[in-house]
């Protein structure tokens, strides 16, 4: 096993992720699903209507409630924070640096984008 896939595996632990069919109803609850993929991808890809896009190299001191730098959403530690990336192996390392800031609720999704789209769930999501 490769390092960064100890690292992975790691991160992942710490955590339950969401498949791809959940993501609609952690929304409904108040979930702010935010898209950390870079613009070039989201234009290949697919934009998701709704998601908040905070690019991965920000993402800590947008989401952190006690940086200068957040985003209104970022109120408090409470927020439950769903990351999406294209595959879902950036958005595991990017939750566990929210968990890292103390944002426990930090998680991501299965498969990313890729698993949104396959499972039809982008239309739930999109609304």
């Known amino acids: 096993m490769s390092r960064i896939d100890r690292i ?14 959940e993501v609609p109803e952690a929304l409904r609850r108040g979930a702010v699903l935010v ?4 613009q070039a991808q989201r234009a290949r890809e697919g934009e998701v209507a709704g ?13 952190d409630p006690t ?3 957040r985003l ?7 927020v439950e924070w769903v990351i999406l990336c294209s595959e879902g192996y950036t958005s595991s ?5 929210l968990l890292d800031l103390g944002l426990h609720r ?15 769930v982008l239309a739930s999501v999109d609304q």
């Open 8 to 21: 992975l595996e790691a991160a992942r632990s710490r955590y339950r992720r969401l498949p791809a069919g």
């Open 35 to 38: 898209d950390i993929r870079p």
């Open 51 to 63: 998601a908040l896009v905070i690019e991965r190299n920000v993402l800590e001191w947008r989401c």
């Open 67 to 69: 940086s200068e730098a």
């Open 72 to 78: 209104p959403q970022a109120v408090g530690d409470n």
């Open 93 to 97: 390392l990017a939750a566990a640096a």
């Open 106 to 120: 930090a998680t991501d999704i299965v498969g990313g984008y890729h698993a949104l789209v396959a499972a039809g």
